[in-house]
T-cell receptor
Framework: AQTVTQSQPEMSVQEAETVTLSCTYD???????LFWYKQPPSRQMILVIR??????QNATENRFSVNFQKAAKSFSLKISDSQLGDAAMYFC???????????FGKGTRLHILP | DTGVSQDPRHKITKRGQNVTFRCDPI?????LYWYRQTLGQGPEFLTY????????KSRLLSDRFSAERPKGSFSTLEIQRTEQGDSAMYLC???????????????FGAGSRLTVL
């Protein structure tokens, strides 16, 4: 069965600095999708960034970028120029191309220090 | 479009009672998912629908749980004879999928928090 592991339950970063959240996953599939979702306190989960496994180029969305290492099954999220509004739970997630459900990690709570 | 709506946002009930949650997805979305999220954990898949058809149910979904999407629009999740272990956030999400699922990006609602006393 596929699993997603986020080894950092909590992290803190100074405002305007850069932080990297780690994620590893286990799968025997070759075609899949990876996601980072953000869940602010008491608010709904929103998609931050996604990566198709067949693409070698790392996805980027403004201040958010990923480091996708397919052989190592690693998918880290880098947040540049951290802002107070980035404070949230961040979930790494996986979906096999042959499946319809997304599997989530346990999350990393990110604190932004002013 | 106001996104995915869930009601109620918070439900407190006594053990043994039945509860029902409602989810209104984005109107043009054909897929609807239910997830459960307990404290300190990521969301766990429960079930999903394509239009009105329930296509998959997790083993987490015991016989006390039932979900419906009668007209392919809103969905309900009912929990019968609630137990304290059912206390969790129940998340609904929807997506639009044609043919091959592609990335199948989910749009989540704010969740319905259940507290069983």
């Amino acid at each position: 069965a596929q699993t997603v592991t986020q080894s950092q339950p909590e992290m803190s970063v100074q405002e305007a600095e850069t932080v990297t959240l780690s994620c590893t996953y286990d799968t025997s599939e070759s075609d899949y999708y990876l996601f980072w979702y953000k869940q602010p306190p008491s608010r709904q989960m929103i998609l931050v960034i996604r990566q198709e496994a067949y693409k070698q180029q790392n996805a980027t969305e403004n201040r958010f970028s990923v480091n996708f290492q397919k052989a190592a099954k690693s998918f880290s999220l880098k947040i540049s120029d951290s802002q107070l509004g980035d404070a949230a739970m961040y979930f790494c997630a996986y979906r096999s191309a042959g499946d319809d459900k997304i599997i989530f990690g346990k999350g990393t709570r990110l604190h932004i220090l002013p | 479009d106001t996104g995915v709506s869930q009601d109620p946002r918070h439900k407190i009930t006594k053990r043994g009672q039945n509860v029902t949650f409602r989810c209104d997805p984005i109107s043009e979305h054909n897929r609807l998912y239910w997830y459960r999220q307990t404290l300190g954990q990521g969301p766990e898949f429960l079930t999903y629908f394509q239009n009105e058809a329930q296509l998959e149910k997790s083993r987490l979904l015991s016989d006390r749980f039932s979900a419906e999407r009668p007209k392919g629009s809103f969905s309900t999740l009912e929990i019968q004879r609630t137990e304290q272990g059912d206390s969790a956030m129940y998340l609904c999400a929807s997506s639009l999928v044609w043919g091959a699922a592609g990335a199948n990006v989910l749009t989540f609602g704010a969740g319905s928090r259940l507290t069983v006393l």
